[in-house]
């Protein structure tokens, strides 16, 4: 389920102020027939703004996983998503860092197109575990474009799945 179902035009923006953004979350929880699901993913913008905020206030979470990047700038993202979850009592089931590298495809080394990862020193400040690194991969993109992400075969989010199923077990 996607916001930009709702829209005209894919391309619109979604200009919505907080009350209308919250609605929206309600209901998508309310009023879309998820069926039976062992994981519902619910993927929030960066930060801690109205959408985050209406979720752990609205939906029962069972907990977070948190989304980082190499860059130095995203760590103080993740500080105040750590922040959040702890004030709102939400458990902080993993780290995860995107864009991670890229596997050169001529001789196989990993390049760290966005910087040296800091992962390992987030996850120790905040006491969370490292359920994963994804690189980047120019055949995920081309799925994601074609709509038909179901379709890779990669194994960059196992740890994220057995972990998960661990802690909420």
Known sequence: MSVNLLLGNDSDPVVWRGPILSGVVKQFWTDVIWGDLDFL????????????????????????????????LVSMIVEKAVKMAK???????????????AVCPDCGKEISIFGESRIEETAKKYAIDITGRIPVIPSLSELCDEGKIESFDGEWLNNITTHIWNLID
């Open 41 to 72: 993913f619910i993927d929030l913008p960066p930060g801690t703004g109205d959408v985050p905020l209406t979720v752990f206030q609205s939906i029962p979470v069972d907990g977070i996983v948190i989304v980082t990047s190499p860059q130095e």
């Open 87 to 101: 004030m709102m009592d939400v458990s902080i089931l993993g780290l995860v860092e995107n864009m991670s590298y």
